[in-house]
């Protein structure tokens, strides 16, 4: 969508002005930003040390008070060689719950509210993973596989029967990749505001992006709004697209250590953003089901929606006016969820369907506006903030518009997306062409998204950025996974996934 300067350092200054975020999603940004500056900054400063081997790092003090039916214990994993704390709670005689918790000196915490409300019927397994809580603080990456491991060999000291597993939030993420590692080992998975999981510069624009409740900002804010946050995610993707701090902390362990080693948050933060979960996801064999916060400013409901739509025979069940943390403000409504999980055993099937074509809809000009149904031909040109709710169409042609689309099929015989000098998120859904996606200085932001073409799944004629979570391209040039972020100009996208 073109922007002149004068709207360029207007919405420069309302970006500053407006960007006032919650605690939780001001954190979480903080903590990637940071990390990636200070990993900038020793690299111009030359910081080299030699790396030592690691002996066992000793966790903290245990509790010295608690209920009657916990009972803590000192675990060493041999992960990290470290000593981390174990907490028993109910009896063993019952199902085993395991609580994984997300990032924050809390730890486990995080799930005490909830714990005596699950005793009553379960046995529940929660830890401190390294670095966290009272468990000792290691060196490594605090990554989700790593963190996956350290589960395992604690349930093969703890648990001889498949468990309930239940993550929050970055230890959601871990949950999500010990279930694909060990499916055996897991009955149900259950994740909750699970963060991490779209391809990090998704994730990082809507940690950045600008909270607004429709219902009660005015159609000439909203669209401003609108505008403001395009302008924040061009920002932010331009940054991911050119970033050397991250693959110099790629490069290798030592520097990871050398960096990072004290910042036990900041390491499982970028550990996080960086580990891609498209084949956990789509390759997933455990009954699972997403629980959300509908307010969540960390971990958008975007994840869920794409969580429940590509793991197979996942529910979603989405926890209205709570935020990241539902197990803590809305504890009881989260436990009956929990419950009501556990015990069911049919899957929510959501058909999205339609019978009858509307024939072709064409928008010129128009702003804040919600299509649904199914229709021929789509053209939207020059509109802003337009929104397709579970959209059938043979084609979509958008021209200089700004666009979110959920749940979108589009399969055509020829072009099914073109876009010129456009801004498409698009979460969840189908583009099957002989030609896919056909972009022209266009942004583009798909996730949970099936993409197929007999000559391309996706085409630039003139430079474009690209942004894939959880996504599988198919063409002449490469069938698979698809998860990054890319610039593409003049050629198509499956040449460089092919690389």
């Given at each position: 969508m073109r922007i002149n300067s004068g709207q360029f350092y207007v919405l420069l200054i309302l970006l500053m002005l407006v960007c006032t975020e919650t605690v939780a999603s001001g954190s979480w940004l903080e903590k990637i930003t940071t990390g990636y500056k200070e990993v900038e900054t020793r690299i111009i400063d030359g910081y080299s040390k030699d790396e030592q081997p690691q002996q066992l790092v000793a966790a903290k003090p245990l509790p010295t008070s608690s209920p009657n039916d916990w009972y803590y214990s000192y675990f060493n994993e041999p992960v990290f060689n470290s000593q981390i704390v174990v907490l028993e709670a109910g009896s063993k005689h019952k199902e085993t719950i395991m609580l994984v918790h997300g990032l924050g000196e809390l730890g486990m915490k995080d799930w005490f509210d909830v714990i005596p409300l699950l005793t009553t019927d379960y046995?529940?397994?929660?830890?401190?993973?390294?670095?966290f809580g009272l468990s000792g603080v290691p060196k490594g990456r605090y990554s989700p596989t790593h963190y996956a491991e350290v589960l395992e060999a604690v349930l093969?000291?703890?648990v001889d029967k498949p468990?309930?597993?239940i993550g929050h939030s970055m230890g959601g993420a871990v949950s999500l990749r010990f279930s694909s590692i060990y499916p055996e080992r897991v009955k149900q998975l259950i994740l909750v505001d699970a963060a991490g999981i779209l391809e990090k510069t998704a994730f990082v624009k809507h940690l950045s992006s600008v909270p607004s409740n429709e219902s009660v900002v005015p159609d000439v804010f909203q669209k401003t709004l609108a505008q403001v946050n395009d302008f924040g995610s061009s920002l932010i993707e331009l940054g991911t697209l050119n970033d050397p701090a991250s693959d110099f902390l790629q490069s290798s362990d030592t520097t990871w250590n050398l960096l990072l080693s004290n910042s036990p948050n900041m390491n499982a933060a970028l550990s996080l953003v960086e580990e891609n979960f498209n084949l956990a996801v789509r390759e997933l064999e455990v009954k699972t089901t997403v629980i959300w916060g509908e307010n969540d400013r960390v971990a958008p409901l975007r994840t869920a929606k794409v969580l429940s739509a590509n793991i197979d025979g996942a529910t979603l069940a989405v926890?209205?006016?709570a935020a990241h943390v539902p197990m803590k403000t809305h504890t009881l409504e989260f436990i009956n969820t929990v419950k009501q999980a556990?015990?069911?055993n049919v899957p929510i099937v959501t058909n999205y369907e339609f019978e009858l074509t509307q024939g072709d809809l064409v928008c010129n000009g128009k702003s804040n506006v919600?299509?649904?149904g199914k229709y021929d031909a789509i053209v939207l040109n020059q509109c802003t903030n337009i929104k397709l709710q579970t959209i059938t169409a043979k084609s979509l042609e958008v021209n200089d518009s700004l666009v979110e689309a959920e749940n979108l099929t589009l399969m055509g015989p020829n072009i099914a997306l073109k876009a010129k000098e456009s801004v498409l998120r698009i979460t969840n859904g189908t583009i099957k062409g002989n030609k896919a996606i056909l972009l022209s200085g266009s942004r583009l932001d798909l996730a949970g998204v099936?993409?197929?073409g007999?000559?391309?799944a996706i085409y630039s004629d003139k430079h474009s950025q690209v942004v894939l979570s959880i996504c599988k391209s198919g063409s002449e040039l490469y069938t698979g996974l698809a998860h990054g972020v890319y610039e593409v100009t003049e050629t198509t996208l499956d040449g460089l996934l092919s690389l």
């Open positions: 046995n529940v397994l929660a830890i401190d993973l390294p670095g093969n000291e703890y468990i309930t597993l926890i209205e006016g556990i015990n069911s919600t299509y649904s099936d993409i197929s007999d000559d391309y």
